[in-house]
T-cell receptor, first 112, second 113 residues
Framework: SAVISQKPSRDICQRGTSLTIQCQVDSQVTMMFWYRQQPGQSLTLIATANQGSEATYESGFVIDKFPISRPNLTFSTLTVSNMSPEDSSIYLC?????????FGPGTRLLVL | GESVGLHLPTLSVQEGDNSIINCAYSNSASDYFIWYKQESGKGPQFIIDIRSNMDKRQGQRVTVLLNKTVKHLSLQIAATQPGDSAVYFCAEILYNQGGKLIFGQGTELSVKP
């Protein structure tokens, strides 16, 4: 299994600013992922962030808006850039140490 | 495109009854499925998984059934308790698309005491 922590747990931001979310895993993993969850909805994959390679973004998500770093096997960051109220959501980090995938508690973002 | 969806968005059951949550998937090449439970304010929590070479797998009070012929999954919770109240998601790993995990719509389970 994997225990995943995220910082911050929540934030309120002004439009036009950027927020970087940190994700720490308690074990070394190759595969990490970032998801977004709008209120009352399912999870949508933003990107896959494997250590040693560029992040792979899903349709509708671009690197300029959601830059991702993956400096080592236990850590990743997701930046939400030039925020607008439409970016208000829960952002979840995920890791797959084996075949099963685990999730962090999420970062609740409100953009005013 | 591929999708994983659920038949019922909400389910209300009496405490002690059994619950059945259903899920349909569209990718016939899918090899691995996971059920997650998400409580309010928390991230999804792994419940149980099943591979495509199995049709049933049991855990503690939970059973997952897989019908590959009709591409259908179900999660059965025995003797449902108030602590089971949450949103339940099925998810599918698409190995033919880089191994990404795709979530279904979700079912909110409400347990009445």
């Amino acid at each position: 299994s994997a225990v995943i922590s995220q910082k911050p747990s929540r934030d309120i931001c002004q439009r036009g600013t950027s927020l970087t979310i940190q994700c720490q895993v308690d074990s070394q993993v190759t595969m990490m992922f970032w998801y977004r969850q709008q209120p009352g909805q399912s999870l949508t994959l933003i990107a896959t962030a494997n250590q040693g390679s560029e992040a792979t973004y899903e349709s509708g998500f671009v690197i300029d808006k959601f830059p991702i770093s993956r400096p080592n096997l236990t850590f990743s960051t997701l930046t939400v850039s030039n925020m607008s109220p439409e970016d208000s959501s829960i952002y979840l980090c995920s890791a797959r140490p084996g075949e099963t995938q685990y999730f962090g508690p999420g970062t609740r973002l409100l953009v005013l | 495109g591929e999708s994983v969806g659920l038949h019922l968005p909400t389910l209300s059951v009496q405490e002690g009854d059994n619950s059945i949550i259903n899920c349909a998937y569209s990718n016939s090449a899918s090899d691995y499925f996971i059920w997650y439970k998400q409580e309010s304010g928390k991230g999804p929590q792994f419940i149980i998984d099943i591979r495509s070479n199995m049709d049933k797998r049991q855990g503690q009070r939970v059973t997952v059934l897989l019908n590959k012929t009709v591409k259908h999954l179900s999660l059965q919770i025995a003797a449902t308790q108030p602590g089971d109240s949450a949103v339940y998601f099925c998810a599918e790993i698409l190995y033919n698309q880089g191994g990404k995990l795709i979530f279904g719509q979700g079912t909110e389970l409400s347990v009445k005491p």
